[in-house]
């Protein structure tokens, strides 16, 4: 059983433009969670999806930012118009259902030039 | 709000040392405790947990014990290897919703 996968593993952006992350949970995984880890800093929460529905955004900041998980495909981490303060590790983990075990995938490191 | 605070580090330690790596949390409810690794480059993996007081979680030569009395959840390892170097994570998680709250981390060096 693959474990989660994310890509791209790493990705450069100019400032203003946009980056699009994307998230395959492991099989049978209807759950999705999206983290940010800024430079040693702990992960923090963004967004917790089900399939075809956003539970929580709390996490997220207002603007240029938006999560999808779409009925079929990965999800979906999209920051538009990004600034160097977007540079971080954005993790993906996926669980079979609520209150069990989220399993993370290995991040994409994203660098804002 | 919920958070978790754990010592910070760096720690360095010699091969077959033990280590102790503290953590404390504050939360509302009665969340479920973590620690998370992550080794260089790579994603985090869930090295223990612990659901309700006086669990013990253990993992590879790894413990933790859940102390609602002292709200903590320190980790321990009578003789840590080379191979342990990495950063580790405190989490907590509240049964009302799903997301994790994070530690800033541990980076923890083992030299030989």
């Known amino acids: 059983n693959a474990g989660v996968m994310q890509n791209p593993r790493h990705l450069v952006r100019r400032r203003g433009q946009e980056a699009r992350l994307r998230c395959s949970p492991m099989?049978?995984?209807?759950?999705v969670y999206w983290y940010r880890q800024l430079p040693e800093e702990g992960l923090k929460f963004m967004v917790y999806?089900?399939?075809?529905?956003?539970?929580?955004e709390s996490g997220m900041p207002k603007e240029r930012f938006s999560a999808e998980f779409p009925k079929e495909g990965p999800s979906i981490l999209r920051i538009q118009q990004v600034v160097r303060g977007d540079s971080a590790a954005y993790f993906c983990?996926?669980?079979?259902?609520?209150?069990?075990?989220?399993?993370f995938g290995p991040g994409t490191r994203l660098l804002v030039l | 709000g919920d958070s978790v605070t754990q010592m910070e580090g760096p720690v360095t330690l010699s091969e077959e040392a033990f280590l102790t790596i503290n953590c404390t949390y504050t939360?509302?409810?009665?969340?479920?405790l973590f620690w998370y690794v992550q080794y260089p480059g790579e994603g985090l993996q869930l090295l223990l947990k612990?659901?309700?007081?006086?669990d013990k979680g253990s993992n590879k030569g790894f413990e933790a014990t859940y102390r609602k009395e002292t709200t903590s959840f320190h980790l321990e390892k009578g003789s840590v290897q080379v191979s342990d170097s990495a950063v580790y994570f405190c989490a907590l998680s509240e049964s009302r919703d799903d997301k994790i709250i994070f530690g800033k981390g541990t980076r923890l060096h083992i030299l030989p």
């Open positions: 939360a509302t409810g009665y969340p479920s």
């Open positions: 612990a659901t309700k007081a006086d």
């Open positions: 983990a996926s669980s079979p259902g609520q209150e069990e075990t989220q399993y």
């Open positions: 099989k049978g995984h209807s759950h």
């Open positions: 999806l089900q399939k075809e529905n956003i539970i929580d």
